[in-house]
């Protein structure tokens, strides 16, 4: 009997170890196909047609805010679409420096895009982070790491966006 218990309790052993490990890679799929879900969501945003819509907002609020105009601006309703935009490419540029998302699938997809919308939105971005400091003053602009606070991942893909842009333009690839 004592051979037979022996037995029993190494393949019991066995069985929780195999057992544990099989759970932890379980976890391991089941959290890449949520981050995965998540990705997809997310290029749905960029795909949706209010993301257009949202888009034309940006560059209409740049054009209208050019001269430095910023009268009623602050916490409009202007400013959160404006602000809402943003934290799209935003969640995008994470995504892909998390490497959750490839860069050159987004960059091809994207192309130039988030390059031009970080150009008109950069102004924009200034101006909030002005508004900010001087409602709190640690949060003002000449202040080290301030700068990566404010869409920081936003600007990142834009500026990958530029490289890529310059890449294709030079070589002329298609």
């Known amino acids: 009997m004592t051979n037979i218990e022996t037995l029993l309790r190494i393949i019991g052993a066995i069985s929780v170890i195999a ?84 860069l050159q699938d987004v960059l091809d997809a994207l192309s130039a895009q988030p390059m031009v919308d970080w150009n008109a939105f950069e102004p924009i971005r200034r101006h909030i982070m002005e508004e900010a400091a001087a409602q709190f003053p640690p949060l003002a602009t000449d202040r080290p790491g301030v700068e990566s606070i404010y869409w920081p991942n936003f600007k990142w893909l834009a500026e990958e966006s530029r490289r890529w842009t310059l890449r294709r333009t030079s070589t002329g690839a298609g």
Request: aromatic share 8%.
């Open 19 to 102: 057992g544990t490990i099989l759970v932890v890679l379980q976890l391991r799929v089941n959290a890449k196909q949520a981050r995965s879900r998540n990705a997809f969501d997310l290029i749905g945003k960029v795909v949706d047609p209010t993301f257009a819509v949202r888009r034309h907002l940006l560059h209409e609020v740049a054009g209208k805010r050019a001269a430095g105009d910023w009268t009623g601006f602050h916490h409009s309703l202007e400013d959160f679409q404006v602000r809402n935009f943003a934290n799209v490419y935003e969640q995008l540029g994470l995504l892909v420096r998390k490497g959750v998302i490839d």
